[in-house]
């Protein structure tokens, strides 16, 4: 899929995803806050009056984003969660996604390949940061490193507070459906 487009359009191309107008100046916003932040990485400023233009893969990390942003995520954990987004694993993820698209117009979402992505924040002692990592779970398999499960669990030194499950493969499909129409 070798679309650009610019954040207005992202920004319409997630409210027809989420069937919402509400909430496109708030998105604008922080969308443009993410490019000025570096979160974000264009492709060209080729659009009109010379817009950045952004890929595909790089909308469906800002819908990603925009999710964690609306949960409360900033700082050093947002920039954490966003290097999270730029790894291996976020590319099958993406790639699994996009390869996937023709086909899922034809099944109904029940069959779809369930990739989530799941963030960790770990419990504060004292005066120390507050640690998170994040990974990306293939149809319910979770890396041999973790078992989220198991309560309290302790991981890489710490004592797992909360995990925030983001539906990735449904956000990105909805944004790619999003996508096409703007394009159209």
Do not use: C
């Amino acid at each position: 899929m070798e679309h650009l487009l610019t954040i207005k359009e992202a920004v319409k191309a997630f409210e027809i995803a989420e069937a919402r107008r509400d909430a496109g100046d708030k998105m604008l916003q922080q969308l443009r806050g993410a490019v000025g932040r570096g979160l974000l990485r264009h492709e060209d400023s080729a659009g009109p009056k010379g817009a950045l233009r952004f890929s595909v893969s790089e909308i469906i990390i800002a819908r990603i984003l925009l999710a964690v942003v609306n949960l409360g995520l900033k700082g050093d954990e947002l920039a954490s969660l966003n290097s999270s987004l730029r790894n291996e694993e976020a590319d099958r993820a993406i790639s699994d996604v996009l390869s996937l698209f023709e086909d899922l117009n034809r099944k109904t979402n029940a069959d779809a390949p369930r990739i989530n992505f799941e963030f960790f924040r770990y419990l504060k002692i004292g005066d120390e940061p507050i640690r998170s990592t994040a990974y990306f779970v293939f149809d319910g398999e979770y890396g041999e490193e973790i078992d989220p499960k198991i309560p309290n669990v302790r991981f890489r030194g710490g004592t797992i507070e909360a995990v925030v499950t983001i539906p990735f493969s449904k956000l990105a499909m909805d944004t790619v459906r999003g996508i096409l129409t703007v394009k159209q």
